[in-house]
Nanobody, 122 residues
Framework: QPQLVESGGGLVQPGGSLRLSCAASGFTLDYYAIGWFRQAPGKEREGVSCISQSGGNTNYADSVKGRFTISRDSAKNTVYLQMNSLKPEDTAIYYC???????????????WGQGTQVTVSS
């Protein structure tokens, strides 16, 4: 069964860093653009970043631009989100998702992971 599994979340102090991983099984990510999303308690899901199938194009929400970097490793069938200079407002469950379209709408993502918790607190 096609699956995406996020990992790398945890508790970090403001200004710290985390690297999230999104590993695919049951299918190859080569054909898919990948998006990272996050959802805090009581808030709607929001897009964080996305990367094209080739990795040649990336997009970031204004709130994370300059702090987060998305990348992919075809050999490992994995996409990463490097998060630096973390702020308390980055606290959320982070999800990765796969779409055949780059810059896809939420309803155009075919597969979703279960999420990994990121907590930024002193």
């Amino acid at each position: 069964q096609p699956q995406l599994v996020e990992s790398g979340g945890g508790l970090v102090q403001p200004g710290g860093s985390l690297r999230l991983s999104c590993a695919a099984s049951g299918f190859t990510l080569d054909y898919y653009a990948i998006g990272w999303f996050r959802q805090a308690p009581g808030k709607e899901r929001e897009g964080v970043s996305c990367i094209s199938q080739s990795g040649g194009n990336t997009n970031y929400a204004d709130s994370v631009k300059g702090r987060f970097t998305i990348s992919r490793d075809s050999a490992k069938n994995t996409v990463y989100l490097q998060m630096n200079s973390l702020k308390p407002e980055d606290t959320a469950i982070y999800y990765c998702a796969a779409s055949l379209l780059y810059l896809a709408s939420l309803d155009e993502y075919d597969y979703w992971g279960q999420g990994t918790q990121v907590t930024v607190s002193s």
